[in-house]
């Protein structure tokens, strides 16, 4: 079997090569593309907290960490590619199951944290305000 392989791999053409590569490519491609673009996230609505001064590594992590990619590669090079890594943002963020990496990223990015509505009793005192 190995020689078979030997003796076919030796008589390809350099035009036969040239197109099982290309082949190749176009499947990555379109892998990454359905990855980033097209793949719905797997989870439930999630608010995710994003600690301030996080790296890239650390957001790809958290990402990861709660189900939202596949793994931590993607979030890091479809930010690096897209020019997101010194952009992005702290904060919570509220990703429901309609969201890709890219929507994400971009929520990340644009800073579009999860706000959270409270209501202040008239005649409370400070103290009683940081027990909420």
Known sequence: MGLTLLYYLKNLNKKNIFYIIIVIF??????????????KTNI?????EIPKNSSLKEISNILYLNNLTQNRIFPTSLS?????QNNLSYGEYYINNNDTLYDILVNIRKGKSYLRKFTIVEGFQKYQLLEL
Do not use: G
């Not at 176009?26 to 793949?39: A, E, L």
């Not at 439930?44 to 995710?48: A, S, Y």
């Open 44 to 48: 439930e609505n999630i608010l995710i």
């Open 80 to 84: 690096i590619l897209l020019n997101f």
């Open 26 to 39: 176009i499947i990555i491609f379109i892998y990454f593309f359905y990855n980033f673009f097209i793949r």
